[in-house]
């Protein structure tokens, strides 16, 4: 890694950091836990490998962070859908399906005397795809239905699945011998969609007012005392 990768590298980091800072001191962190968790696993995660750096504690790292990642999808569709009945059980049928198709998919691809590293290779850029679609396919749900976005949660689904298809064409070509030649470009690449992207959280997440990411309260049986009263008001 050139000098110059490694001083960009330094202040994605620091921003993750920043992120999670502006998360706690807005208080983001109440509505959006896994999230936070996220953004600071990423920070963390990322200055435990560069210290004791190896391809194996890389790929691990990835591995922790496609969890993550897909933790903050659940708490997409939690937050998002939570009110709306019809348009959560589309979203979780949807993410259901990609990954059936994800995993069908890293299956019938690897080999079955495949070396431990070359199948993480083939799996990371699978996990982060699957991430992209359902993101992509929650952001269709979000305006077939036209289901009200808090300014967070629309940062959150409206940036991440750029980034994450930036990641895995990235990804892909990193583990292509073909490609080598490519490499220190592709780490630029990568490095600053992930700035602009945090950037972008970082601003969003300062400028909205803490209650501005509540969810929004299930809708009571129509008839009901509840429906009457807001009716009413």
Known sequence: MSVLLQVIWCLSVLQLFGLVGVLILRRHYQRMPLFTLYAGGGALSSVVVALH?????????QVVMAALRFGV????????????PAAAAAARRVMFVIL????????????????YTRSLAETIPRLAAASAWILTALAVL???????????????????????????????????????????????????????LVNY?????????????????????????????????
């Not at 750096?53 to 790292?61: G, H, P, S």
């Not at 999808?73 to 709306?84: K, P, Q, T």
């Not at 059936?100 to 890293?106: I, M, N, R, Y």
């Open 53 to 61: 750096y190896t391809r194996d504690a890389w790929m691990l790292q």
């Open 73 to 84: 999808v659940l708490e997409l569709i939690y937050r998002i859908f939570g009110a709306f």
């Open 100 to 115: 059936v198709a994800t995993a069908l998919t890293a299956l019938s691809a690897s080999m079955p005397d495949a070396v």
């Open 142 to 196: 979000v305006l077939w239905y036209r289901l009200p976005l808090a300014p967070l949660p629309r940062a959150i689904l409206m940036g991440y699945a750029p980034y994450l298809l930036i990641f895995t064409i990235s990804l892909s070509l990193l583990f292509d011998a073909s490609t080598e030649h490519l490499r220190p470009w592709l780490g630029y690449m990568d490095l600053f969609a992930f700035i602009g």
């Open 201 to 233: 959280w970082i601003r969003v997440a300062w400028r909205t007012a803490p209650e501005a990411t509540v969810s929004y309260p299930p809708a009571a049986p129509v008839g009901s005392a509840v429906s009457v009263a807001r009716q009413a008001s």
